[in-house]
Structures are given as structure tokens and as C-alpha cells.
């Protein structure tokens, strides 16, 4: 288990959450005190009312939560997002609606959900051939599944 400083910027900030044992994904809430209308295709930056301090050599993947995508077309626009382990700004979620109804995000409510992840720096190294695969350039559709 790793440790992931927290910060609450609102007294209506809430930790984020697992809701079972096993769950990859922590839900992260709003903390915006009235309710926050989404229509269709519009796009909201929504707070979550908290900053967190990523340990170096992960990163923090910010996702839509299915059942809001499901029952509502709400999802996040550039999902996954990424929080970097050098940002200390308030953590925003990028909604938006796909669906044809508004939706009212409402105080309190679970927007997204977050999952921390090791990333690692790499080196690039420029070749002149690269080795080869099974799969080789097979690309889009090349299964023909």
C-alpha cells in the first residue's frame, strides 16, 4: 500500500472512497454546495473540493463512473485524465454530457472515479529497424474480429 497525502479545500469535501474491498477505483465526490446542471453536449469542470500530493513515479487516473454513463450518457471528456505526481491544484473532473437530457450533478454526489497507478520514466532510444513481432504493423482491425 502506498501513501497519498490529501488536503481538503472545502468544508464540503469529501475523501475519496472505495465502496467494496475489492474495488481498483476510489469514487471521488463533488463539493459544490448547489447543484451543477449538465446539458446536452456541454462540458463542466466540476470540483471535487480536494488536492492530493501523488508519491513520484505514479500517477493518478481519473474515470468516468459506469452507472452514470449508463443511466444518465455522463462521462468525462478526456477520460482517463491524468494527475500528475507534481500537481497540488485542487483535483477537477471534466464532465460531460453525452446524453440528450440535462443532468443535474447534485452536491455531494460521486462524479468519477480515481485509481493510482505506478507509471515509469523511460528512456528513448532511436533505432534504425525495431524488432520484429508476430503482430508486426498489423494495426486497427487486423484480427478481423
Known amino acids: 500500500m502506498i501513501r497519498v497525502e490529501l488536503k481538503t479545500l472545502t ?8 465502496m467494496t474491498t475489492h474495488a481498483a477505483g476510489y469514487d ?4 459544490a ?21 501523488i ?4 500517477e493518478a ?3 468516468p463512473r459506469s452507472g452514470l454513463a449508463l443511466k444518465h450518457g455522463i462521462g468525462i471528456l478526456n477520460a482517463p485524465g ?6 497540488r491544484g485542487e483535483v477537477g473532473i471534466i464532465m460531460y454530457n453525452f446524453g440528450d437530457k440535462t443532468y443535474t450533478v447534485e452536491p455531494g454526489s460521486r462524479i468519477a472515479q480515481m485509481i493510482i497507478s505506478r507509471c515509469e520514466a523511460v528512456e528513448f532510444v532511436v533505432v534504425e ?3 520484429e513481432t508476430e503482430r508486426g504493423t498489423g494495426g486497427f482491425g487486423h484480427t478481423q474480429i
Open 55 to 58: 508519491p513520484e513515479g505514479y
Open 61 to 63: 487516473q481519473i474515470r
Open 28 to 31: 471521488l465526490y463533488t463539493s
Open 11 to 18: 468544508s464540503s469535501a469529501r475523501l475519496p472512497q472505495r
Open 33 to 53: 454546495e448547489t447543484p451543477i446542471a449538465l446539458e446536452p453536449g456541454k462540458v463542466k469542470l466540476v470540483p471535487t473540493g480536494i488536492s492530493i500530493g
Open 129 to 131: 529497424e525495431l524488432s
Open 82 to 87: 491524468t494527475i500528475d505526481s507534481d500537481y
